[in-house]
T-cell receptor, first 110, second 112 residues
Framework: GIQVEQSPPDLILQEGANSTLRCNFS?????LQWFHQNPWGQLINLFY???GTKQNGRLSATTVATERYSLLYISSSQTTDSGVYFC????????????FGAGTRLFVKA | DAGVTQSPTHLIKTRGQQVTLRCSPK?????VSWYQQALGQGPQFIFQ???????QRGNFPDRFSGHQFPNYSSELNVNALLLGDSALYLC???????????FGPGTRLTVL
């Protein structure tokens, strides 16, 4: 089956720093989403980005579907950015299912 | 507009028991997917319901079953609970099978 790999697995930043999170996937996908999971377990939608580039405030994302990767950029990080960031890909295999990566655990120090 | 809601928030069961978890989708969404998230791991896809039918299933045994009602709400049933079923169970809804998914707050199940 499809493999979804996220890197780095863990990241510690000083407040104000920038970072890039990467998601590689091993097969063609129909869609791709980025989520932030807060300490209470809630998955918060960041981007729905099957291809192209999107920006939302300090966050932006780029998906290059032909090369099977997506990048999430966080600029001027804040302590509230701490948590786990997941990439999730959707694919049609007769029906439709979603596969999550293992996540990147981000800690932003004040 | 209410988002995705799930009930109950927490649940404690013993091995061998059965459990039912409930999910109400976001307004305008007709598709519900269920996920299991063990501690420290990413969510694992259990199955997706669309038009009241299970459309796709992940690598989960038949002890895991579900249902979707005409109002698009859904239930996840787990029979013969095992200690390893302890996890956060997440429900997501979407407009169609490949639309953007929005997640509920989850049900934290503990099996003793």
């Amino acid at each position: 089956g499809i493999q979804v790999e996220q890197s780095p697995p863990d990241l510690i930043l000083q407040e104000g720093a920038n970072s890039t999170l990467r998601c590689n996937f091993s097969d063609s996908v129909n869609n791709l989403q980025w989520f932030h999971q807060n300490p209470w377990g809630q998955l918060i939608n960041l981007f729905y980005i099957p291809s192209g580039t999107k920006q939302n405030g300090r966050l932006s994302a780029t998906t290059v579907a032909t090369e099977r990767y997506s990048l999430l950029y966080i600029s001027s990080s804040q302590t509230t950015d701490s948590g786990v960031y997941f990439c999730a890909v959707g694919l049609n295999t007769g029906g439709f299912k979603t596969i999550f990566g293992a996540g990147t655990r981000l800690f932003v120090k004040a | 507009d209410a988002g995705v809601t799930q009930s109950p928030t927490h649940l404690i069961k013993t091995r061998g028991q059965q459990v039912t978890l409930r999910c109400s989708p976001k307004s305008g969404h007709d598709t519900v997917s269920w996920y299991q998230q063990a501690l420290g791991q990413g969510p694992q896809f259990i199955f997706q319901y669309y038009e009241e039918e299970e459309r796709q299933r992940g690598n989960f045994p038949d002890r895991f079953s579900g249902h979707q009602f005409p109002n698009y709400s859904s239930e996840l049933n787990v029979n013969a609970l095992l200690l390893g079923d302890s996890a956060l169970y997440l429900c997501a809804s979407s407009p169609g099978q490949i639309g953007e998914q929005f997640f509920g707050p989850g049900t934290r199940l503990t099996v003793l």
